[in-house]
């Protein structure tokens, strides 16, 4: 029966402890690397939507009214929306950023606004996303006038970049006057839906 000995070699020597030291710096240098604080992060999106709204206000008789007299509640013209916005801020939490809106009538007298909105949107793990945005909007044509825009909307991606929108649009404008009042106001409440593609800005 023969029995069979393990030896270490005698040129092998154990690990010194400027060995261990040198390890462990590199290991803690991995980690530091991996769990320091990444850049600014971002979304850019752009969408496409088609909406219609309701004017509160009827200073100009004009012929969309919903009731029974000149003065009621009237349909505006049905719009299409463009919109490009930019975010940034936690990938799953907030994010803050600025959108810009270009509306253009799609029947009646032509019209065109602009608007340039502080943008606050809230994303989590799942495909939806939240956002609300405020600021002035620019009637380019056919006459040229300035007001506020308020909107809430929200997002579902279907995929990874594309995905259908939604949102609700508060607009107030002051227009010229009548001969029953000196200054008009004018509250325009929309409904609006399309598509949106998003992209990641990565860190």
Known sequence: MALLWATTP????????ADDDADTAQALARVQRFSRPLGLYGRVSTALTFGRGLRFNNPYRLRTELG????SVSLTASYTDVAVA????????????GVLHLTFALEGVPQQAISASYMLAYRGAEAF???GRLGPSLLIAPDSN???ELAAGGAYMVTGALGITAEIVGNLY???GTYSAQYTVVPILSAQAGIIADFEVLP
Do not use: K, N
């Open 10 to 17: 005698a040129s092998a020597e154990p690990p010194s402890a």
């Open 68 to 71: 029974d007299s000149a003065e």
């Open 86 to 97: 930019m975010v940034f801020g936690e990938p799953e939490g907030l994010q803050h950023g």
């Open 129 to 131: 996303s939240v956002y």
């Open 146 to 148: 300035i007001g506020g």
């Open 174 to 176: 002051y227009g010229a």
